[in-house]
């Protein structure tokens, strides 16, 4: 018996679930595993057909998995810089850093706040009238007198500037350096035009000054801000490990870039601390050998892949690449999974085989149209569906569940290919101006939305006879004449 759903109107009024993973259908199995595998950081391997879900709960995963909490740095090297260091930062310390750099960057301030000789100093304030501008008008708008004097410097005036000067600082049209008394002491106090404002430097900005220009450039290459799933599907080699660009000056430093400014992160470093997702992995042939190192090492290092670049001689040992390793493959492919790499799968993880189709009840039958309704919100270019047109999508799943895998009284889970002829429906839909994806609708679309094997095969009957009705007379003797001169060899 074939149960319907009525209970509701249309798809919108379907409620959809708010955790990725209640969103899959009809893989309960693998959705478990799914969950523990997150919950417990294991590899977890999908076996199965395209299009029944491998993708959807691989990229869930990452929503279950803590966010990073680390970005990954390359540090140049001036004793060897074709071998820059890595640097790993903690949140806490990337958030100590912005502090410093607070610091560094000194604290912004109106003129008026400043002391008035300075303001002058720096063509803020008017000598004559005293009148406040910015200090790019260098006649006062309000009496119209130059607003920058020469005036004869102080008798400490070559004090400030040699002290200035050892912090980094001397005094010119810019910037000019002055003395704060606090309590019993004194301190140097620098004071800088920033466009309507004044940049203000205390002694302590000073040294944090002085302390960055003599720490080591770095290069963040895997932000702390990223995303917890990274897809490496068709990665190409660099693409996967990680790269140094080429530059044609080499390291020059006059010239060229510096190596470790030309350092690029593959896949396997984006995904440290969370999902690395390889779908047809058995695609990656010799590449597996090398997920399975960074898997063993959780370190990859990253060096130029190009013997013909000038990034060959570049290397950074033992970049960090801790991810969960979730990879897919069809059931013909399994073999080709390099065995220790599938061993180290299983050791510290679990495998699940993907189901093709689910048992046509009520309960799953509210499951099919909750997909539905999940297609048509994920695309947003289609209306809502009604629940007749539903019904029909429903039964449409029944009857490929049984002519693709056999299965008599299920729903296939084959949910691509359905997905697919949901969005046609409401593209004749959106067409017709329709306000919803009416039966019609759905009929039309299974009529165009066909493989064009099946297309085939209601035109010329099968592939043969397409194949001969598209050749050319040209073409057909030539068959006719290769068919002659070979027969002994073609019929024995």
């Known amino acids: 018996m074939k149960d319907t759903v009525k209970e509701i109107e249309d798809t919108s009024q379907v409620e959809i679930p708010p955790t990725p993973l209640e969103r899959v259908i009809g893989q309960d199995d693998a959705v478990k595993l799914a969950r523990i595998a997150a919950s417990q950081r294991r590899h977890l391997l999908l076996v199965g057909p395209p299009g029944v879900g491998k993708s959807m709960i691989a990229q869930a995963m990452s929503f279950y998995i803590p966010r990073p909490k680390q970005d990954i740095r390359v540090v140049h090297n001036p004793q060897y810089p074709e071998r820059p260091f890595f640097e790993v930062k903690s949140s806490e310390e990337i958030a100590a850093e912005k502090s410093e ?142 790269d140094v660009r080429h530059d044609p000056y080499g390291g020059h430093p006059q010239l060229g870039t510096l190596p470790y ?11 440290h601390e969370g999902v690395l997702f390889i779908d047809e992995i058995t695609h990656l042939g010799n590449l ?133 002829l949901i969005r046609a429906a409401g593209d004749i839909a959106v067409f017709d101006s329709s306000k919803l994806v009416e039966t019609s609708h759905i009929k039309e679309a299974l009529k165009i939305y066909l493989p064009v094997e099946e297309k085939i095969k209601k035109t010329y009957g099968n592939l043969s006879a397409a194949v001969s009705s598209e050749n050319t007379i040209s073409q057909k003797a030539e068959e006719y004449f290769y068919a002659y001169n070979n027969r002994d060899r073609i019929y024995g």
């Open 101 to 242: 750099d607070y610091l560094y960057e000194g604290q912004l301030v109106d003129p008026r706040t400043v002391p008035p000789s300075v303001a002058e100093r720096l063509g803020y304030k008017c000598q004559k009238c005293g009148f406040y501008s910015e200090f790019t008008e260098m006649a006062c708008p309000h009496c119209g007198s130059p607003k920058v004097q020469t005036v004869a410097p102080g008798p400490f005036g070559d004090v400030f500037n040699v002290i200035g000067a050892a912090f980094g600082v001397q005094n010119n049209q810019d910037r000019v350096t002055s003395t704060v008394k606090i309590g019993e002491r004194e301190e140097i106090m620098i004071y800088e035009r920033a466009g309507d404002q004044i940049r203000v430097l205390d002694q302590r900005s000073l040294e944090k000054r002085r302390k960055a220009e003599k720490k080591s450039p770095s290069k963040v290459i895997v932000p702390i801000e990223r995303s917890g799933f990274v897809l490496a599907t068709g990665a190409s080699e660099t693409e996967l490990l990680g």
């Open 261 to 271: 400014e030309r350092v690029v992160a593959g896949a396997v470093h984006e995904a």
């Open 288 to 420: 597996q050998r090398s997920i399975l190192t960074a898997m063993q090492e959780k370190t990859f290092p990253i060096m130029g892949r190009n013997p013909q670049s000038a990034g060959a001689s570049v290397r950074v040992d033992r970049v960090p690449c801790d991810f969960v390793l979730v990879a897919a493959c069809n059931i013909q492919d399994l073999q080709y999974i390099l065995s220790p790499l599938r061993s180290r799968i299983v050791g510290n993880g679990y495998e699940a085989l993907m189901n093709v189709s689910i048992k046509d009840t009520p309960e799953n039958r509210e499951k099919y149209l909750q997909f539905i309704a999940q297609e048509i919100n994920v695309d947003g270019k289609v209306p809502h569906m009604s629940i007749d047109a539903a019904n029909m999508v429903i039964e449409e799943g029944r009857r490929r569940a049984f002519v693709i895998d056999h299965k008599e009284k299920e729903l296939t889970l084959r949910l691509r290919e359905m997905g697919g």
